[in-house]
């Protein structure tokens, strides 16, 4: 191993080290191995690489960080410790409080520390990403270099180089191996991200062993065959090599760039170093105190920082990052006397707000009994909004033509880096990469969207997840939504994905009736600052309902609304609830049973989580409780439905997977007639 660093340089190094692993071992939990080996590259990063403002680390032209490897959790919460960084309100403003004391490192993964087992996003400043899952950090990192570009050419001028920003990233044989990384490498290849980094941790060890025992590929070429610029470092403890390698990158001006570091798992340790034991374990108390005396260290002491090394990082990422936010401030003042509109967009995504005129362009569809798809009304609201809100962008994997999820007005343009403001984007078929890089676009402050078919959402279930986890808005848009794709059959049939999608927390899944109802899913998607949206669309005409005879499409902000009232003044006799494209064959059931005086009242429910949000009072007043006869529709398993139906309620619905056939004949085949609908409504009223 090389030791190519200062005297004051390596007690920081291992400072670092010791951190991670006394952390670990005090917590009884972790993985203390790999912190121990890369403390020379998050060193280097931090505190001599990174555009990065310490006092604000929400500064929109910085560069960004991601640790890939979050199981190496101690390395960033070391590195934002002695960095110093500030943490963030719930506005995102900057405060004088640490982003991570000391005190939460002693309390590494216990409740209420910023130290949690994995980094989580919005939990403690300086956290880029959720990266939880392996791979997902490396692929949003590409919507991050992505977004760092777009940024550059929209709002850079010849005289005002507002954003040139780059995306650092570690990864290891975990990252390497997982799809995801697969897909977002090769389509960052393909773009030519030049500002895109990842540094691969090549240690051949995983929890089970030797990387030999399955993953014995060439990495290097694998990535050279993505068209990336692919460097090498012997040895991770080699400063100097590091520093060439990132200079090497900063020249590179047409392709992404993958650095293979060698390290040693556990580096320093006499016992474990080089072994899978360093990987996901504490070394126990006497190898720390041993391989502390390996590094110099006391022994004896435990969680000492000393304070040359906090000065060390002040002289460096402290300075530094206070001397290029205050240029940028310079310019960014500057820029807004010339560049007005631009300096106001600008505030607007720092601030997470909307333009005042965002929805002028969305109006009222007309009645129409022959209507469209949802997946086109879907289109046509999409442009409406994106023509508003400049900083709405995404693109599908490889289905835009068919998820009608292409901007089309003048001047949205193709994303590439010759035209890098450009708004539409090809994903390629690349779904689970595609989620995480529209979190990633997401991240960065762009309202981000991206789309497929509904029946592939399980390819971006982690990503969805992964959202609603850091509570961050991504837009989700899927079409061909159930038995009405048809001849296609069961394997491009959606039946449990509804159901799926509602069961993970804070996520609105929207399941528009018309054209309406789709223009306000949008709008009550945009509004949303903390949770991702679903949107699922039909690929079937659905009819645009008649608003003057029927309830207001508004009531979808609300989650559920009354859509047909009960003919009699009076409560009613059953109600029928649904959404999608079932809402128009309640609408033909309401007209059957009023007519044969049943009382009947049709409710749509195209969101059940905002519906969820809403006063007890309203809930109640659109689902009296003492309606027990209830009869829920949808294209989907009943999961989910049992609470708005109760123990009196019936569901019409799937209870296995579709078949292949044309639509119409399938809704009839699996009983989604208003003649079946009529007499379960009155068997469950007679029950």
């Known amino acids: ?44 990063l931090f505190n001599e690489v990174l555009k990065y403002d310490t006092d604000d680390p929400a500064w929109i032209g910085r560069d960004r960080f991601v640790l890939s490897a979050g199981h190496a959790s101690m390395l960033i919460y070391s590195l934002l410790h002695l960095s110093g960084v500030k943490q963030l309100d719930p506005q995102h403003k900057p405060t004088t409080e640490p982003a991570v004391s000391l005190e939460d490192i002693k309390n590494f993964r216990q409740l209420g520390s910023r130290c949690a087992g994995h980094p989580e996003y ?22 991050m270099a992505i977004a760092a570009k777009w940024f550059a050419g929209r709002y850079n001028s010849s005289t005002h180089k507002l954003f040139d920003s780059n995306v650092f990233a570690i990864c290891g044989d975990g990252d390497m191996m997982e799809g995801i990384s697969a ?19 090549d240690n051949n060890i995983t929890i089970e062993g030797n990387t030999n025992l399955a993953f014995t590929e060439n990495v290097g070429k694998r990535f050279e065959a993505y068209g990336w610029n692919v460097l090498r470092v012997e040895d991770v403890n080699d400063l100097p090599a590091l520093r060439h390698a990132v200079e090497i990158f900063r020249k590179t001006e047409d392709k992404p760039t993958l650095v293979i570091v060698k390290s040693q798992i556990g580096f320093g340790s006499p016992k474990f170093a080089g072994s899978h034991e360093a ?26 920082v000393e304070p040359e090394v906090y000065q060390l990082f002040a002289n460096g990422i402290g300075r530094r990052g206070t001397a290029l936010r205050t240029e940028w401030n310079k310019q960014f003042n500057e820029y807004r006397q010339q560049f007005k509109e631009q ?23 007309p009645a129409d009994p022959k209507g469209m798809a949802s997946r086109v009304s879907s289109g046509k609201v999409l442009n409406q909004l994106a023509s508003k809100l400049p900083w709405i962008l995404g693109g599908s994997a490889d289905l835009a033509p068919s998820n009608k999820s292409e901007l089309t007005f003048l001047g949205a343009g193709e994303f590439s880096m010759e035209t890098p403001a450009g708004r539409n984007f090809h994903f390629g078929i690349r779904e689970h990469a595609m989620g995480a890089i529209t979190n990633g676009l997401t991240l960065s402050g762009l309202r981000a969207y991206c789309a497929t078919f509904f029946v592939f959402a399980d390819y971006l279930r982690p990503a969805i997840r992964l959202s609603a986890l850091m509570k961050i808005p991504a837009m989700y848009l899927f079409t061909h939504d159930s038995i009405g794709v048809g001849e296609d059959g069961p394997t491009h049939q959606p039946i449990e994905h509804l159901a799926s999608l509602r069961a993970i927390p804070n996520v609105a899944v929207f399941r528009p009736a018309d054209a309406n109802e789709v223009s306000e899913s949008y709008k009550a998607a945009v509004l949303l600052k903390e949770t991702p949206s679903v949107l699922v669309f039909t690929r079937q005409n659905l009819p ?59 409710v749509s429910m195209p969101c059940f989580e905002l519906f969820e ?13 003492t309606v027990k006869a209830r009869v829920g529709v949808e294209l989907g398993i009943e999961q989910g439905w049992r609470n708005y139906l109760g123990d009196h309620g019936a569901f019409l619905g799937m209870t296995n997977f579709g078949a292949s056939a044309p639509a119409n004949v399938l809704m009839k085949h699996f009983g989604f007639t208003v003649e079946n609908l009529c007499r379960l409504a009155k068997q469950t009223l007679a029950q």
């Open 544 to 602: 645009t309902i008649d608003r003057t005879k029927f309830g207001s499409a508004e009531g979808v902000a609300k989650g559920a609304y009354i859509l047909a009232k009960e003919l009699k003044n009076s409560n009613p006799q059953i109600i029928l609830l649904a959404t999608g494209s079932e809402v128009g064959l309640c609408l033909e059931a309401w007209e059957k049973l009023n007519a044969e005086n049943i009382n009947t009242r049709v």
């Open 1 to 44: 191993m090389t030791f190519s660093m200062t005297s004051l340089e390596k007690k920081a190094v291992d400072t670092i080290r010791t951190l991670s692993m006394e952390a670990v071992q005090q917590a009884n939990s972790g993985h203390p191995g790999t912190p121990m080996a890369l403390a020379p590259l998050g060193y280097l």
């Open 279 to 304: 990987h996901g374990a504490p070394l126990g108390e006497d190898e720390v105190k041993a391989t502390k005396q390996v590094y110099g260290f006391d022994s004896e002491k435990k969680f000492v």
């Open 122 to 143: 919005g939990h403690v400043s300086g956290v880029e990403v959720t990266t939880g899952p392996l791979g997902a950090g490396v692929a949003a990192s590409v919507g």
């Open 613 to 625: 949000r809403q006063p007890v009072e309203y809930r109640h007043e659109v689902l009296p409780p």
């Open 343 to 365: 300096a106001e967009e600008l505030t607007n995504i720092v601030a997470g707000q909307l333009p005042n005129d965002w929805n002028t362009e969305m109006k009222p569809f």
């Open 183 to 201: 897909e977002a490498a090769s389509l960052a290849g393909h773009l030519k991200l030049p500002n895109l980094c990842w540094f691969y941790d």
